[in-house]
């Protein structure tokens, strides 16, 4: 069965870097997508963007440009999620979420646990 | 303020049909799949709905979607209390060239 386990809880201090892991099983790793998304504390959902595991092509929503970074390793089916400049604001639940095919127009059908990132001084 | 409009709450009996509203604009649900996502406290979203109206294998028929121009609505018919939970709206944004989810609406089975 398609399965993601994200990495474990982080705290961290401000202005900071988290890097948060995925690994895929169940699956072909590079056949399908991968998003990032993540939800503050009592707050909905936020999208940060998406990667193709097979080229390691990437799209990141405007509000995380130059401080996300999204690559993968294809020999351990693992997608890594680097946020740096790390803030308050940035304390949430990370999901890696795979998307339901290979474009960025896929959404998100298999979930990951979620990683808790707490940034604190 | 989210992209894709959803009510904050929307509550029903064991038994009867809810419906939960999502509302976009022509560069989201005008020209995207909308998907529904059901999150259970403290875990994490769950896929109810894809291409509109599509259900993944394992989601009870008793969930279903729908839409229409820029508007979709999930509709949950046979309320259960196993229900309870919040459910998000998503599509892709053409303008914003991202995903946009709705605000959430928080489901009550009375």
């Known amino acids: 069965q398609v399965q993601l386990v994200q990495s474990g809880a982080e705290v961290k201090k401000p202005a900071a870097s988290v890097i948060v892991s995925c690994k895929a099983s169940?699956?072909?790793?590079?056949?399908?997508?991968m998003h990032w998304v993540r939800q503050a504390p009592g707050q909905g959902l936020e999208w940060m963007g998406i990667?193709?595991?097979?080229?390691?092509?990437?799209s990141y929503a405007q509000k995380f440009q130059g401080r996300v970074t999204m690559t993968r390793d294809t020999s351990t089916s693992t997608l890594y999620m680097e946020l740096s400049s790390l803030r308050s604001e940035d304390t949430a639940v990370y999901y890696c979420a795979r998307a339901s095919g290979s474009s960025y127009y896929n959404g998100m059908d298999v979930w990951g646990q979620g990683t808790t990132v707490s940034v604190s001084s | 303020q989210s992209v894709l409009t959803q009510p904050p709450s929307a509550s029903g009996t064991p038994g009867q049909r809810v419906t939960i509203s999502c509302s976009g604009s022509s560069s989201n649900i005008g020209s995207s799949d909308v998907y529904w996502y059901q999150q259970l406290p403290g875990t994490a979203p769950k896929l109810l709905i894809y291409s509109n109206s599509q259900r993944p294998s394992g989601v009870p028929d008793r969930f279903s979607g729908s839409k229409s121009g820029t508007s979709a609505s999930l509709a949950i018919s046979g309320l259960r209390s196993e229900d309870e939970a919040v459910y998000y709206c998503a599509a892709w944004d053409d303008s914003l060239g991202a995903w946009v989810f709705g605000g959430g609406s928080r489901l009550t089975v009375l």
């Open positions: 990667i193709n595991p097979s080229g390691g092509t990437t």
């Open positions: 169940g699956y072909t790793f590079t056949s399908y997508y």
